[in-house]
């Protein structure tokens, strides 16, 4: 009886104990559902949640990596640029350069676009 009251609560324990979920890399915020609201319907409530999602993911990162995901920062930074923001945009867009500098190549040229 003890055996089988012991093998119960150890099974209980490493069941309970499993069910976690487990934490992602990044903290999304929202951020897939924001963005394709904002493409399909390019409102000024959609670009302000997108808008929203962005600063909360550069802000407030509590994934496993505790840093901004790759390409947030230039999404970010363009769409400034687009809205007329360039020095803010240029801003973001060199953050996103010096967390993934393999993006380098291809975020560069956009900066030189804009920085003459």
Same mark, same amino acid.
């Given at each position: ?43 000024? !409530?959609? %670009?302000? #949640? $997108? ?6 993911? +550069? =802000? ?33 867009? !060199?953050? %996103?350069? #010096? $967390? ?6 291809? +975020? =560069? ?8």
């Amino acid at each position: 009886m003890k055996n089988k009251l012991l093998i119960l609560a150890t099974a209980l324990i490493i069941g309970l104990t499993s069910c976690g979920t487990p934490r992602s890399l990044y903290s999304w915020y929202n951020y897939d559902s924001n963005l394709y609201s904002y493409n399909k319907k390019r409102t000024e !409530k959609e %670009e302000k #949640a $997108l808008v929203e999602a962005y600063e909360k993911i +550069i =802000n407030k990162q509590r994934g496993i990596r505790n840093t901004i995901p790759p390409g947030i920062c230039a999404e970010y930074g363009f769409m400034l640029i687009e809205k007329g923001n360039i020095s803010e945009g240029i801003t973001y867009l !060199k953050r %996103e350069v #010096a $967390l993934y500098p393999e993006s380098s190549i291809f +975020i =560069n040229r956009i900066i030189a676009q804009y920085e003459n």
